[in-house]
């Protein structure tokens, strides 16, 4: 009954194997399917999604003020990638996990990026190098680590290796600056059809190393058990965001699965395998679902609807929402919601098969470990099961790992499937690579 | 056969394109393939073992216009990546069986994809070369990631690569680095002898050659190197560093030598001298090579070495080469040769080691503002 209720706010339209075919010959490139705009009203922003925000932004910021007294507490911390992480296991090693691309970002979104990239070029970083890194290395060469109060540097440096290689130097500069211990945990990148054993077995093997390494570090003996229930809080949170996800096929999509995935994204990433990330997702999808049951959405109308490809600009995460938000278009799904996990398609860490399990998600249940071209059939099934009209390419000059090759994307979704298509240049971190005119 | 009419040859070997290249190898050699691979390093043991030419694809230098590659990749993009795809949209790889690419950089991943995806013809595979240096477990992944790549090519085209095959190819593969090592040994002894062009065009062309008839190449080249005609200038000796994948135009390297440094030492085809010494030949073959990737390479941009700080290789380099300076040469974009200059530059600094920075694409064709630095940077260091 209840799923009844909130399916019917989906559009109705005959679905089969070859609907987007069919939009590449009749569809979306031909106007006379193109979606009606009525643009005679403005398209206003409600502020429908407080609760959410708010929780997520509270348990962030309890996480934060966790970092900033772990070395008065005693506590062991670890920095570690957003990327296919595997914070589970850092956790039940009781080394609290620190990300610096969540410093990164929160410095960009708070405009205080840019006197750190400076400070970092001042060092001898190009200004083609990645400007997360810069801001990161300025904050550390200013003394210090986290966006708003002080955070010890990591007692240990573990580099997830998952797709980005610009990870294994932004690590070793911040092992090579701290001080601390650097672990590098490579993970083979997705490059067969099904994960190899031997890839299986390999991170396997570092994961069991770095356990080893943690117990020397924090002086606790590892309990596989404590890991297991880590998981399985970890896989709630899963269901719980991927609930979510599902929720933006509907119409009037509840939020805006690009700008305000930003809001779970720190949950799902960061906290993931507690107790209150678990609870957070309930309670998110729980009041998505309210929202559909009342056929709103982030925006007074949802004229068009999109799926985003690319991380923000977070020197102008607003500025550049506004300019979706008075067309109406509202992104129904995103791939950088992903770069952490694909929670959406089904995969859930399993507690019997603990580090198979951590290591079949570092593998391959994550967008950044993926090839580009793999994350084209994701869209293209976002496309499809979303019901979207578009797709926005957002490239950035410091994340190649996302952006190079986005020509050739567009080239595949304008030119093969017929799908509209903008791509549109910034990035970000620097300031200085976004212009609105 | 004269050290000039070698390097002619060469000269003549290195301005074909691939695709030429493999399709006269192959009409040579019936039922053989030809790979290409881009950099830095690829098992051409490996490739060699099961019957297939390996060829180094570097890019289309500043022979290609970009009319295609430019609408797939940004601006801030590399040029050696767009002009490799060049090579594929303009025809000039046809007659190449299949690519190699690896996990060198971010860039490199998604052309290696893109590849595959616009060019279905020629088998495209990509290899994960591991970033952890110290784990037990990275030998065993690397040799089932070699053999991996082995069946790759059996299952296309059935050829198989047997253990002696492959102890037989790591054999002629370690005969061609010696000559290598060779042949720098040679110019950081007497630079005057080979200028840094000619030795680059010759290395390139060993590239591009059947490797038994490349050693053949090299040892008549050192055999008449030492007769050569050539006068020791004063000139500083520097190791250029930074040039592992896009490769840097001629011009670039004739206005370090004019503007009066000898390059003793450099990385540019890094991955053809990838090993410091012979790979063993006795025992697993694949485990081998996988062990030697992990222990016996020489340090790179692009292979994470936990055990030693990023500038140690480099200042082991210096001091091989009795080297005055280093020249950091890293392409325009390019975010390994980028990211560990800061690490190189602060060891070269501990260790009182000059360093200047010259940025290049290999498009470049004005050096005159390159040339000032250089020889400004050169009159500090002999008349300080």
Redesign the interface.
């Known amino acids: 009954m209840e799923e009844a209720t909130h399916m019917r706010n989906l559009s109705t339209r005959a679905e089969g194997p070859d609907s987007l075919r069919a939009r590449s010959v009749g569809g979306l490139g031909d106007p006379s399917r193109a979606p009606h705009v009525d643009r005679s009203s403005p398209v206003t922003e409600r502020q429908y999604q407080g609760i959410v925000h708010e929780r997520s932004r509270a348990l962030m910021s309890d996480w934060m003020g966790a970092l900033a007294r772990a070395e008065a507490e005693g506590v062991a911390t670890g920095a570690i990638m957003i990327s296919g992480n595997c914070v589970e296991l850092l956790r039940a090693c009781h080394v609290l996990p620190m990300f610096p691309e969540v410093t990164a970002l929160q410095n960009a979104i708070r405009h205080k990026s840019l006197p750190l990239i400076l400070k970092a070029e001042q060092a001898g970083y190009s200004s083609d190098n990645c400007a997360y890194v810069k801001a990161d290395v300025g904050l550390v060469l200013e003394g210090g680590m986290g966006p708003g109060k002080p955070i010890p540097f990591p007692s240990l440096v573990v580099c997830n290796y998952v797709g980005c290689n610009v990870y294994v130097k932004w690590f070793a500069h911040l092992a090579d600056i701290s001080g601390a211990p650097l672990f590098m945990l490579d993970v083979p990148f997705a490059r067969t059809e099904r994960i190899a054993d031997a890839d299986v077995r390999y991170v396997v093997a570092q994961l069991e190393e770095l356990i080893a390494l943690c117990e020397r570090i924090t002086g606790r003996r590892f309990d596989i058990d404590e890991l297991r229930e880590r998981l399985a809080l970890a896989a709630r949170a899963q269901e719980g965001y991927a609930r979510c996800k599902h929720l933006t096929k509907h119409r009037p999509a509840p939020f805006d699965s690009y700008f305000d995935s930003i809001n779970m994204m720190g949950p799902i990433n960061v906290l993931r395998g507690t107790a209150e990330a678990a609870d957070f997702f309930d309670d998110a999808a729980t009041e998505f679902e309210r929202l559909v049951d009342e056929g709103l959405g982030p925006l007074s109308e949802e004229r068009v609807r999109t799926v985003v490809e690319g991380p923000p600009p977070y020197p102008f995460y607003k500025s550049f929402r506004n300019l979706f938000t008075k067309w109406g278009a509202v992104a129904v799904q995103s791939t950088y919601s992903t770069v952490g996990g694909i929670w959406e398609f089904g995969f859930r860490h399993d507690p019997r098969r603990p580090l198979e399990s951590i290591a079949e998600q570092m593998l391959v249940q994550n967008l950044t470990n993926r090839s580009i071209v793999a994350r084209y059939a994701q869209i293209k099934r976002y496309v499809e099961e979303w019901e979207a009209d578009a797709l926005v390419i957002h490239s950035i000059k410091s994340c190649r790992l996302f952006s190079a090759g986005q020509g050739d994307m567009r080239e595949y979704f304008t030119r093969e499937l017929g799908v509209p298509t903008l791509l549109v240049e910034s990035d970000l971190e620097d300031p200085r690579y976004y212009a609105e005119a | 056969m004269t050290p000039d009419a070698i390097l002619a040859r060469c000269r003549a070997l290195v301005a074909e394109p691939l695709g030429a290249i493999a399709t006269r190898w192959r009409d040579g050699h019936p039922g053989g393939r030809a790979v290409a691979v881009y950099p830095v390093w690829a098992p051409a043991e490996v490739l060699h073992a099961g019957g297939v030419l390996p060829l180094a694809l570097l890019g289309g230098g500043s022979s290609v216009e970009l009319t295609h590659a430019?609408?797939?990749?940004?601006s801030?993009?590399c040029s050696v990546?767009k002009s490799t795809l060049e090579l594929g949209f303009q025809g000039h790889v046809k007659g190449v069986d299949g690519f190699v690419f690896s996990?060198?950089?971010?860039?490199a991943?998604?052309?290696?994809?893109?590849y595959?995806?616009?060019f279905g013809d020629a088998v495209v595979e990509?290899?994960?070369l591991?970033?952890?240096?110290?784990?037990?477990?990275?030998v065993?992944?690397l040799a089932?990631?070699l053999r991996?790549l082995a069946a790759t090519f059996e299952a296309a085209w059935g050829l198989k690569v047997t253990e002696p095959a492959l102890e037989a190819s790591t054999a002629t593969y370690n005969a061609l680095r010696a000559r290598i090592r060779a042949l720098y040994a040679l110019r950081i002894a007497t630079p005057h002898r080979l200028t840094t062009p000619e030795l680059y065009t010759v290395l390139r062309a060993a590239t591009l050659a059947p490797p038994d008839e490349a050693v053949a190449m090299l040892d008549t080249l050192l055999a008449t190197l030492p007769e050569r005609e050539g006068r020791p200038r004063d000139r500083l000796r520097v190791v250029v560093e930074g040039a592992f994948c896009e490769q840097p135009p001629l011009g670039l390297l004739e206005v370090l030598e004019d503007a009066g440094c000898y390059i003793v030492e450099d990385d540019f085809l890094l991955g053809w001298r990838w090993f410091r010494d012979d790979v063993p030949t006795s025992g697993n073959a694949f485990l081998a090579l996988a062990a030697a990737y992990v222990n016996r390479a020489v340090a790179s941009s692009t292979r994470?070495e936990?055990r030693e700080?990023?500038a140690v290789g480099l200042i082991e380099k210096v001091r091989r080469a009795k080297a005055d300076a280093v020249v950091f040469t890293?392409a325009?974009?390019c975010?390994?040769a980028?990211?560990?200059?800061?690490?190189m530059?602060?060891g070269l600094e501990r260790a009182g080691i000059p360093h200047m920075i010259v940025e290049f694409e290999e498009k470049m064709w004005t050096f005159e503002r390159t040339r000032n630095e250089i020889e400004t940077f050169v009159e500090s260091m002999l008349f300080e």
């Not at chain 2, 996990?103 to 860039?107: P, Q, Y």
């Not at chain 2, 991943?109 to 893109?114: A, C, D, H, P, Y």
């Not at chain 2, 980028?338 to 690490?343: A, P, R």
Request: aromatic residues 12%; contains cysteine; glycine residues 2%.
């Open positions: 430019d609408a797939r990749f940004q801030f993009v990546a996990n060198i950089c971010d860039v991943r998604n052309l290696g994809s893109i595959r995806r616009n990509y290899l994960h591991p970033q952890n240096s110290t784990s037990p477990a990275v065993p992944y089932s990631e991996r994470h936990s700080h990023r890293p325009k974009f975010e390994p980028l990211f560990d200059y800061v690490l530059k602060q």
